[in-house]
């Protein structure tokens, strides 16, 4: 059943289009990569679906929902939840209240919200023996598993985890890689923004590939995997209309 679905996309920052047409469908459960190089758009087709800035056209449907009316908070309670880029924990609080404080909105008495703790520290162990540090002493990691655990205190139903492996050690890579693994089989989606295409691949049933704010690839994440118009899309050598793109102005 499709969960969330991205129906000609467009945004603009001022005068400058961030993407330009963005369709993509994201299923309940599974694992889809968005792909692309650094000003792709990845970045920008998430906070388009957290709300954190407005489409100038086309459609956003979530669970046979239209957002463009639903603002960003209001989302969140409806289990469309994103571990930005960066992690952006509260350094200078614990393990714990980081986690507590992000329950608050949903209007929970206290106790709801402890054992909502205690589900999360229960589902990533690595968190349990810093309960009472302060965030900004945890590795970066470390770090990364909390800002994913602050999303679960949500209960989302589709997460967006936009470049979860950025400066991580490759060992606590594959250990936060199988943590979305994990999420994804006990049925929450994942919409996956990450620059390591192999990683992507691996943990993706799907994948979109963007340059220069548009959709050029999409399939199979098995059949994309080898296919060297993934490169060129990297590289910048087969560009076509996106070279155009960034160099396009309106008055939206």
């Known amino acids: 059943m499709t969960l969330l679905q991205l129906n000609?996309?467009?945004?603009?920052?001022?005068?400058v289009r961030g993407i330009a047409g963005v369709s993509l469908e994201v299923e309940e459960g599974e694992v889809v990569a968005l792909l692309g190089a650094n000003g792709a758009?990845?970045?920008?087709?998430?906070?388009?679906?957290?709300?954190?800035?407005?489409?100038l056209?086309?459609?956003?449907?979530?669970?046979?929902?239209?957002?463009?009316?639903?603002?960003?908070?209001?989302?969140?309670?409806?289990?469309?939840v994103q571990v930005p880029e960066g992690?952006?924990?509260?350094?200078?609080?614990?393990?714990?209240?980081n986690l507590e404080l992000a329950g608050f909105g949903f209007g929970d008495p206290r106790a709801k919200r402890r054992s909502r703790v205690e589900e999360v520290l229960e589902r990533f162990p690595l968190l349990q023996p810093h309960v009472g540090k302060l965030a900004g002493m945890l590795s970066g990691g470390e770090q990364q598993i909390l800002a994913i655990g602050r999303a679960m205190m949500a209960g989302p139903r589709l997460l967006m985890v936009d470049e979860p492996s950025l400066g991580l050690a490759p060992q606590m890579v594959e250990y936060v890689y199988e943590l979305l693994e994990g999420?994804?089989?006990?049925?929450?989606?994942?919409?996956?923004?990450?620059?390591?295409?192999?990683?992507?691949?691996?943990?993706?049933?799907?994948?979109y590939v963007l340059q220069q704010g548009r959709v050029v690839l999409s399939g199979a994440s098995a059949d994309l995997e080898d296919d060297p118009r993934v490169v060129a899309a990297y590289l910048g050598t087969d560009r076509g209309d996106g070279d155009r793109l960034a160099s396009e102005t309106a008055d939206p």
């Not at 999420?183 to 994948?207: C, D, H, K, M, P």
Request: glycine share 8%; hydrophobic share 40%.
């Open 41 to 55: 758009g990845k970045s920008t087709v998430l906070k388009a679906l957290s709300g954190l800035v407005r489409p």
């Open 57 to 80: 056209s086309g459609t956003i449907s979530y669970d046979g929902r239209d957002l463009r009316s639903i603002r960003a908070h209001d989302r969140v309670r409806l289990g469309l």
């Open 87 to 97: 992690r952006r924990i509260f350094p200078a609080l614990t393990v714990e209240e």
């Open 183 to 207: 999420i994804a089989r006990q049925g929450t989606a994942v919409l996956l923004v990450e620059q390591n295409v192999t990683l992507a691949f691996e943990i993706s049933r799907r994948a």
């Open 8 to 15: 000609e996309l467009t945004v603009y920052y001022g005068p």
